[in-house]
């Protein structure tokens, strides 16, 4: 996922969930970018979701 602001770009990704609850985000900020991606969480909610209960 990607997000963006006027300092800075924020990349990241998640791990396929392992079980019920762990997994792993990857992180990169660049250019002084000091968020944390919170615009992105309803999409990896939702993917993870997805993942957990087989519903397409």
């Not at 396929?16 to 990169?28: K, N, S, W």
């Amino acid at each position: 996922m990607y997000d963006q602001d006027g300092t800075g770009e924020f990349v990241h990704f998640y791990t396929a969930t392992l079980g019920r609850r762990l997994f792993f985000e990857i992180v990169q900020r660049l250019s002084g970018y000091d968020g944390y991606g919170a615009a992105n969480t309803p999409v990896r909610m939702a993917a993870q979701y997805r993942q957990l209960t087989g519903f397409a």
